[in-house]
């Protein structure tokens, strides 16, 4: 089936979301007021109650391996992670998925695709109706290139995007310029943004999520957990560290599990989204609380 929400918050259980989030069940999802509306103790349950697992863009295909009354429980391919070797699990509201063939087939036989490179972007009927605001890294089968408009297939048939909000791909690997350096350049987009666990978009990112989409951006696919990303990649001394490496964290001074990944940007720094409390920012690491849980580094470019 086929993302047919904005984001798509993928769910522990059925019996996760609470009466709160009814917000982000819907479709069109309310994601905004959604995020408005919940405290920091109840964005911080998300994570302590288990209620969340990850989320997922519009337009994303994903296989179904369960349907529960008005839930689909889904597998998400090109997040991997060792909870299940096909791609993340988890539930997600009927109503936000849709089978969309005629989609499906652009899918696969665009040359072209548009991924959104803003945060955030307006998805249009016409060059005068805004439909629905979609995030970073949305990536859509392109219709034409017009100036200052780009076409795309949508699951809801052909749509609008501003050309300045995408980059047109082929999907060939990007090429010029330094990738670690890019990867900063592309998260530096992000300060200020207020972490959400389990988040995957311009509309918030958990610590992990961040650091899989702005290597996504580069066309790099990593894993979606932090724990998983920390046993691959290429192990990188503490004095070897460039821009764009990933800095693992875990407890009792890097002697337990890891909790927690930043992307370093030179001079003794990362930028990393923190926790629920928080929001995406630079720090030194010199005196920083998790310096002496600083347990690894890996390289993915």
Not at 275 to 299: F, P, T
Request: proline share 5%; charged share 25%.
């Amino acid at each position: 089936m086929i993302v047919s929400a904005a984001v798509a918050t993928v769910w522990t259980s059925p019996d996760s979301p609470r009466e709160l989030d009814r917000p982000a069940l819907e479709n069109p999802v309310r994601i905004r007021e959604w995020l408005g509306s919940i405290s920091v103790e109840e964005r911080l349950a998300l994570s302590t109650n288990n209620l969340v697992q990850t989320q997922v863009l519009y337009g994303s295909r994903v296989l179904v391996e369960e349907e529960q009354g008005d839930w689909v429980k889904v597998i998400i391919p090109d997040q991997r992670c060792r909870k299940d070797e096909r791609g993340y699990p988890g539930w997600i509201p009927r109503r936000q998925l849709m089978e969309a063939p005629e989609y499906e087939r652009q899918l696969a036989a665009s040359d072209q695709k548009a991924v959104v490179t803003s945060p955030l972007a307006w998805l249009y009927t016409s060059e005068s109706a805004a439909e629905m605001e979609i995030s970073y890294l949305t990536t859509l089968p392109v219709l034409a290139v017009r100036d200052a408009w780009t076409a795309v297939a949508t699951p809801h048939g052909p749509r609008l995007l501003k050309s300045a909000d995408v980059r047109v791909t082929d999907g060939s690997p990007q090429t010029g310029g330094n990738t670690g350096e890019k990867i900063v350049a592309c998260a530096k987009q992000f300060l200020g943004l207020h972490y959400l666990w389990g988040g995957m978009s311009g509309f918030g990112y958990d610590c992990s999520g961040f650091a899989y989409s702005m290597h996504r951006a580069q066309g790099i696919l990593i894993p979606r957990d932090a724990s998983d990303q920390a046993n691959e990649g290429k192990w990188v001394e503490k004095e070897d560290l460039q821009p764009g490496d990933l800095l693992f964290f875990a407890h009792d001074e890097g002697k337990g599990r890891i909790h927690h990944v930043g992307i370093y940007v030179g001079d003794n720094a990362m930028i990393h989204s923190p926790d629920s409390r928080n929001a995406i920012e630079i720090v030194s690491l010199a005196g920083y609380k998790l310096e002496r849980e600083h347990v690894i580094s890996r390289r993915y470019w």
